[in-house]
């Protein structure tokens, strides 16, 4: 329970923080992990979205800002900063995610999930217990991931750089991009849920 003060106390404990990010301290990253996916999960919930969504925008969230901690590309002042950033990075997502073709093309699809919303509640302690193992397995999930997905996924998550840019780099056209994007985020669930 050591690791609950590096959170909690003021002042050098962000530096403390910043380095068990770095270093992978499990007990730090599922804290955080555990401490912040709720308030994703409404906000999706609130905008059109499923649980699922929700599961996958804030994997995707949480991936980038351990990512940019480890590149040093942020540095919090507190704690409460590196909520927001990840609640910030998250909203994005999800932002970018209802202005996309893809949404367009599923929106009847997650309208009728919405239906099934108070029953998938039933299942949230189940989904608890998953969570623990689900960003340890994720993270080794991605490293196990063949080149070519992770270097996509690095230049659209990491990198934030438009499918268009990315489609030009692979000298690929825009909708292969992304049915590419899409097929390495398929492989990247599965590898995390195999770990499981």
């Known amino acids: 329970m050591r690791n609950l003060k590096i959170i909690h106390s003021p002042n050098r404990a962000i530096n403390q923080l910043i380095e068990a990010i770095k270093i992978n ?3 730090v990253l599922k804290e ?18 499923t649980i699922d969504h929700a599961k996958d925008i804030y994997q995707d969230a949480f991936l980038a800002v351990w990512q ?4 040093n590309k942020f540095q919090p002042q507190n704690e409460t900063a590196l909520n ?25 699809t997650s309208k009728l999930n919405n239906f099934s919303i108070k029953d998938t509640h039933l299942d949230l302690k189940d989904d608890d217990i998953l969570k623990e193992n ?8 991605f490293k196990d991931l063949g080149l070519p997905c992770r270097s996509l996924l690095m230049k659209f998550y990491f990198e ?7 489609a030009e780099e692979l000298q690929l056209d825009a909708a292969s ?9 398929q492989k990247l669930r599965k ?3 195999k770990e499981h």
Request: hydrophobic share 35%; net charge positive; proline share 0%.
């Open 25 to 27: 301290d499990t007990h």
């Open 32 to 49: 955080l992990y555990q401490n912040n996916y709720r308030k994703i999960e409404i906000l999706v919930l609130k905008n059109s979205g």
């Open 68 to 71: 940019n901690i480890k590149q």
């Open 84 to 108: 927001g950033y990840l609640y910030t990075i998250a909203k994005n997502k999800w932002m970018d995610f209802l202005r996309s073709k893809e949404y367009k093309k599923t929106v009847v």
């Open 134 to 141: 689900r960003l340890q397995n994720v993270m080794q999930a």
């Open 160 to 166: 934030k750089k438009s499918m268009n840019t990315i």
């Open 177 to 185: 991009t992304r049915n590419k994007k899409y097929r390495c985020m």
């Open 191 to 193: 590898l995390a849920l």
